[in-house]
């Protein structure tokens, strides 16, 4: 699906490409050496990767504040390293090493950082939808002025708990902001052989909620739909919903074969729509940067991932202790 180009989306300066550019080749990198590490048997469990969603969580953290949160399902490590989490921290959690953000009891699915305001990675379906909203509203008895992002995919939309929540947001008028990752297959299945309505914007009207869909592809293009969204949100107008049409390159999940689409559809989008190379070409064409610095910026990125793998594989595994920390104990 393709939208029309907004001028917003050429509001971008040369830094701004350039940090964009960055953040998205770490989370590419970073996502094609958790692949490699999951081949080699030293990243077990589920693992969803990231690889051609990348925009999306780059483009909605340059338009937040220090204080707005972030929560998610299960295909998490891009939002992780997007929000500023150490890389090393992250692949840690993946091997299960006591290094990992979750202490190696978290894996793939459940990580946190209170210090970068990230609550979760939630692998129950359309369940942080809920807790986002939850967030929201402590934002809103606070007055703290902080804007929730939570992030979704078009398949959990047909949750009933995501209606609940839209509603309960749109009543208190909620700072959050629903961010549909729509990457046309939700686990399998394409999405119009799922949902009956799949303009995803459209699945607040009921409640009175705003909504758009974005070219989830461009970076420039979230960037500007999130800064609309996020003000919409922070000013007290209530929750806005924001579509970002996407396109996931790898299966479902490492154990998907994904026979459900084609090896050229992949090939087409990789080619014409991917959000990394569209962001290379404006560096080296509109910003005149050398192929030299981006091969700089690859290095250095390509540095940080294979120090954060070296890292999860030496560090120590818990001690069979921590299998009793972080418990809430009830009295009785």
Partial sequence: ?????????????????????REMLLIRRFEEKTGQMYGMG???GFCHL???????????????KE??????????????????????????????????????????MHMFSKEKHFYGGHGIVGSQVSLGTGIAFANHYRENGNV????????????????????????????????????RYAMGTEMSRASAQTDFSKRGVFFGIPGEQ????????????????????????????????????RGHSMSDP???????????????????????????????VSEDELKAIDSQVREIVNEAAEFATKDLEPDPSELYTDILHQAP
């Fill in 1 to 21: 699906m393709a939208l029309k180009s907004n001028k917003d989306q050429q509001k971008f300066t040369k830094d701004q490409e350039a940090h964009a550019y």
């Fill in 42 to 44: 030293l990243i077990r």
């Fill in 50 to 64: 990231y690889i051609g969603q990348e925009a999306i969580v780059v483009g909605m953290g340059m338009a937040t």
């Fill in 67 to 108: 204080g707005d949160q972030m929560i998610t399902g299960y295909r998490d490590h891009g939002h992780m390293l997007a929000c500023g989490m150490d890389p090393k921290g992250v692949m840690a959690e993946l091997t299960g090493r006591r290094g990992g953000l979750s202490k190696g009891k978290g894996g793939s």
């Fill in 148 to 183: 929730c992002l939570t992030y979704f995919g078009e398949g959990a939309a047909n949750q009933g708990q995501v209606s609940e929540s839209f509603n309960m947001a749109a009543v208190w008028k909620l700072p959050v902001v629903y961010v549909i990752e729509n990457n």
């Fill in 214 to 249: 974005v070219d989830g592809m461009d970076v420039r293009a979230v960037y500007a739909a999130g800064q609309r969204a996020i003000e919409h949100a922070r000013t007290g107008k209530g929750p806005y919903i924001l579509e970002m049409l996407s396109y996931r390159y």
């Fill in 258 to 288: 994904a026979k459900y689409r084609t090896r050229e559809e992949v090939d087409q989008i990789r080619e014409e729509r991917d959000p990394i190379e569209q962001s290379r070409r404006r560096l080296l064409e509109r910003w005149k």
